[in-house]
């Protein structure tokens, strides 16, 4: 089946540690992304990528990193210097830039 | 700077009512999109809609874009308890050049019986 697999389903962690957050597609999708989403709110765009080895940065990158070394991998990092880091980040693809398809998502929780 | 607006934040309606929602946007766009969110859950793609005028419908959810309005709406016909969700409205910034979409801060909806 054809899908986007985010892993883990809820992660823990403890303040001043980074974490790694995991996205996989086999939809062969060019573009991906990565957003974050608090109570209550929509969804902000963290980074995104067109294309294998380039990735921009979205409204709201400070504190995190990414990295596209494969088209179906988009890694994402919440390194110490994310002040607010508990949240719900989804991950998304698309063909081209049209219609993003969403993983289900990792609920992140740092104490 | 994009803004995306929708109203109602919250909506309570009886089952077999209908009602709208409005996603208005700040600047020029000609993609727009509506998602379903049901607690706890991923995005589910409901509509795409790409130019002025465009009308998409799906069982009794109905969507609509006026570019030169800036808005779009949600219209719900007869509502049943399994469309209680939040929905939420995005517009491409780039105008689907780069996938940078910017998000409503969605609807909750609550249909009771």
């Known amino acids: 089946d054809g899908g986007i697999t985010q892993s883990p389903k809820y992660l823990f962690r403890k303040e001043g540690q980074n974490v790694t957050l995991s996205c996989e597609q086999n939809?062969?999708?060019?573009?991906m992304y990565w957003y974050r989403q608090d109570p209550g709110q929509g969804l902000r765009l963290i980074y995104y990528s067109q294309i294998v080895n380039d990735f921009q940065k979205g409204d709201i990158a400070e504190g995190y990193s990414v990295s596209r070394e494969k088209k179906e991998s988009f890694p994402l990092t919440v390194t110490s210097a994310q002040k607010n880091p508990t949240a719900f980040y989804l991950c998304?693809?698309?063909?081209?830039?049209?219609?993003?398809?969403f993983g289900p998502g990792t609920r992140l929780t740092v104490t | 700077e994009l803004k995306v607006e929708q109203n109602p934040l919250f909506l309570s309606m009886q089952e077999g009512k209908n009602y709208t929602i409005y996603c208005n946007y700040s600047?020029?766009?000609?993609?727009l999109y509506w998602y379903r969110q049901d607690p706890g859950k991923s995005l589910e793609s409901l509509f795409v809609l790409l130019s002025n005028g465009a009308v998409k419908q799906e069982g009794r959810l109905m969507a609509s874009l006026d570019t030169k309005a800036r808005l779009s709406t949600l219209h719900i016909t007869a509502a049943v308890h399994d469309l209680s969700a939040t929905y939420f409205c995005a517009v491409d910034l780039y105008g689907g050049s780069q996938g940078n979409l910017i998000f409503g801060k969605g609807t909750k909806l609550s249909v009771k019986p």
């Open positions: 600047t020029t766009s000609d993609r």
């Open positions: 939809l062969n999708h060019d573009a």
């Open positions: 998304a693809s698309s063909f081209d830039t049209y219609e993003q398809y």
